[in-house]
């Protein structure tokens, strides 16, 4: 139950950042155009461009298919870059066009030289300056645009991984196939880095170092036929080579971001249990913990690096130690058929191929490496949701709050055991239900099931008799507040925790302040240093257990809803705020169908109802029954009240 709500509320709309942060809230979801997309563009304010992000068009079922390439996977990105890419390959033909000109030319230098002080060596040393020049800027710019077009659509890869991701089922965070948090932090943060540099070397080969390449081959043809023949004939060994040791490199990158992610999953996994490390003298344990994973990272990356440090290497050898070879002999032979200027323009030509050709070995060691990270990212967005909303969804203004679990059996996985086994439970509007019985029991599930994170294997819910299949998930979300056990704030002020379901636009403070007071928060509010406005620290740990749940119970408070969940939500106030709190909450009540789990007698006292769930169904039971001291549901309530309050 722990992450229950803040899964609910990153499911709600309009799309979440992954936190909030004070300052920044208002600017990052300031309605820039209309567009839904609510993120900042990465270089340019262009409204044209914000089109290009709307996250539906990322949602394209083609992703789904796991047989797509690296490159499917991109190629959508990159042409969605058009305007930068053109823009940098452009810049490319006239760096190189400044490069064929100037080659010829300096070929001459020689006989220039000769004539020193002559109108000829300035126009001609003006004319190479001024082409070096234009080679820098175009060089630059191409750049310059090249990573704009790299950079952006890495951005786009990350916005709609991050926004499948948030969007996936709660099966997909939870139980033991969920995924990690560290593990989905890496992809999107370093992964996603290495995307960018993977696309950025292959934007710069495609085009420009293919153009470099074939001009210069050009030109060494037009110079001297028999000695560009000699030259290419060690290009097909050269791409042998590189394609098996990038097949090596491929396998390396993959081990060494899968090293690299299971360390940062465990860091995420030990700092928030602090605490628990800190209070059982933990430290050591999970120090050599760390140590072991930072080995196994340590030696996956140290392979990486290497066999990336040698790649070029051998390419230059082979390269350069072949054409040394191959042209020693050549110009033996073709002695004298060439003159001093011709020979210098080939030799210039030829080392100015090695430049591109390096540039490709380059691009595809990028590449290799990239193609894992392009893989695990995309492996994080063909999750298939198996709750599913029906495309002509009802969205319902209001519910009255009427509650019916028909027939319902639910498991969490296929080789699981039945959790709920044909539950048929009614709630009317209005009414407040407890539910007791032992831990395990199906309590919570009951509550999931109701707010649609998971569907039932057999059997429907209704609420207000429309089947909730039937009903807008953001809708049914927007109905139903859940008070949860943990709460779970963000770093942020407590204003926009309380407002959480505003984060994107204005908070309304006026029913911030009434939500605390409801919740007997405003007080401890007004007491910290900046009031509302104060920043409550990373998931709030500036605060204590009883002031977050207090916060939690405000947040519920702020949304206008029908039905009112409290997930043994009281188990961390002292008996006397729980008293407050429940008296506060009478008001509240009368206008709202509430489900109460609790293992407080106190807490089962205010429903009206109360409903025992064992063996996967649900049988009322008396109040009188849990209030006899002697009673089996007495003394059931009375152990996890006590367990509750040792956790
Ligand atoms: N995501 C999950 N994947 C697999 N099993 C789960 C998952 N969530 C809960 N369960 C299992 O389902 C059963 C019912 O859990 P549930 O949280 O509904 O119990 P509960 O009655 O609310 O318990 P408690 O009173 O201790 O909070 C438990 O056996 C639990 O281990």
Redesign the pocket.
């Known amino acids: 139950?722990a992450h229950l709500f803040y899964r609910t509320c990153s499911l709600s709309p309009p799309p979440s950042p992954p936190s909030f942060s004070s300052s920044k809230t208002q600017t990052l979801f300031a309605p820039i155009t209309p567009s839904p997309f609510p993120y900042p563009l990465p270089f340019s304010s262009s409204s044209s461009k914000l089109f290009c992000l709307d996250p539906l068009r990322f949602q394209s079922p083609r992703f789904s298919s796991s047989s797509s390439t690296s490159f499917d996977r991109i190629k959508p990105y990159l042409q969605s870059e058009w305007e930068p890419i053109l823009k940098g390959w452009v810049c490319s033909v006239v760096s190189v066009g400044c490069l064929s000109v100037a080659v010829p030319k300096a070929g001459q230098i020689p006989s220039i030289l000769s004539s020193v002080g002559s109108d000829r060596m300035v126009a001609e040393g003006m004319a190479l300056a001024t082409l070096a020049f234009a080679r820098s800027a175009a060089t630059y710019l191409q750049h310059a645009f090249l990573w704009e077009a790299a950079l952006g659509a890495a951005f786009r890869i990350r916005a709609y991984v991050f926004g499948r991701v948030i969007e996936s089922d709660?099966?997909f965070f939870?139980?033991?196939a969920?995924v990690e948090a560290g593990d989905v932090a890496h992809r999107l943060t370093s992964e996603a880095s290495d995307v960018a540099d993977m696309l950025y070397s292959l934007l710069n080969t495609v085009v420009p170092n293919t153009l470099q390449f074939l001009v210069m081959a050009t030109q060494m043809v037009v110079l001297s036929p028999p000695l560009a023949l000699v030259s290419a004939l060690g290009v097909p060994c050269l791409l042998l080579v590189i394609g098996y040791l990038g097949e090596k490199l491929r396998g390396i990158s993959r081990r060494a971001q899968i090293t690299a992610a299971k360390l940062s999953s465990y860091v995420n996994e030990v700092l928030p249990l602090m605490l628990v490390v800190k209070a059982n003298n933990g430290e050591l344990n999970e120090n050599l913990h760390f140590c072991r994973l930072a080995q196994d990272d340590l030696m996956a990356r140290l392979g990486k690096k290497k066999l990336k440090a040698v790649i070029p290497q051998i390419v230059q050898v082979i390269y350069v130690g072949g054409l040394i070879l191959l042209h020693a002999i050549s110009l033996n032979a073709l002695k004298g058929s060439m003159d001093g200027s011709r020979l210098l323009s080939f030799t210039m030509s030829l080392a100015l191929l090695i430049d591109p050709i390096q540039g490709m070995g380059k691009a595809f060691n990028e590449l290799k490496e990239g193609e894992p990270a392009v893989e695990r990212l995309f492996e994080l967005a063909q999750f298939h949701n198996k709750v599913v909303e029906k495309p002509n969804a009802l969205d319902l203004c209001y519910v009255t709050g009427d509650i019916k679990f028909s027939g319902v059996t639910f498991r969490?996985?296929d080789n699981?055991?039945l959790?709920l086994n044909e539950l048929d439970i009614h709630i009317k509007r209005g009414e407040r239900v407890a539910?007791i019985?032992?831990?395990?029991?199906?309590?919570?599930?009951?509550?999931?099931l109701l707010l649609r994170l998971y569907d039932p294997l057999y059997g429907d819910i209704f609420l207000d008799d429309y089947n909730i299949q039937e009903i807008k998930l953001r809708n049914i979300r927007e109905h139903i507040v859940l008070i949860p056990?943990d709460t779970m704030l963000f770093s942020g002020t407590v204003a926009e925790n309380i407002g959480y379901k505003d984060a994107s636009g204005k908070l309304d403070m006026e029913c911030v302040e009434n939500a605390a007071k409801i919740a007997n928060a405003d007080e401890f509010i007004r007491e910290l240093p900046h009031g509302y406005q104060t920043n409550i620290g990373l998931r709030g740990s500036l605060l204590s257990g009883g002031q977050r749940q207090r916060i939690g119970i405000a947040r519920a408070l702020y949304r206008k809803s029908s039905i009112l969940i409290l997930?043994?939500a009281t188990s961390a106030l002292d008996s006397k705020s729980e008293q407050v709190f429940r008296q506060a909450l009478e008001p509240l009540m009368t206008n709202h169908t509430v489900l109460i789990?609790a293992?407080r007698i106190e807490t089962v006292m205010m429903a009206d109802r109360v409903l025992l769930?064992e063996g996967g169904k649900v049988e009322e039971v008396p109040k009188s029954s849990i209030l006899s001291p002697d009673g089996h549901l007495a003394s059931l309530l009375n152990s996890?009240a006590d367990t509750g309050r040792k956790n």
């Open positions: 139950m709660l099966g939870e139980g033991n969920g969490y996985g699981m055991p959790i539910f019985g032992r831990s395990g029991g199906g309590k919570t599930t009951i509550v999931k056990q997930d043994e789990i293992h769930v996890f």
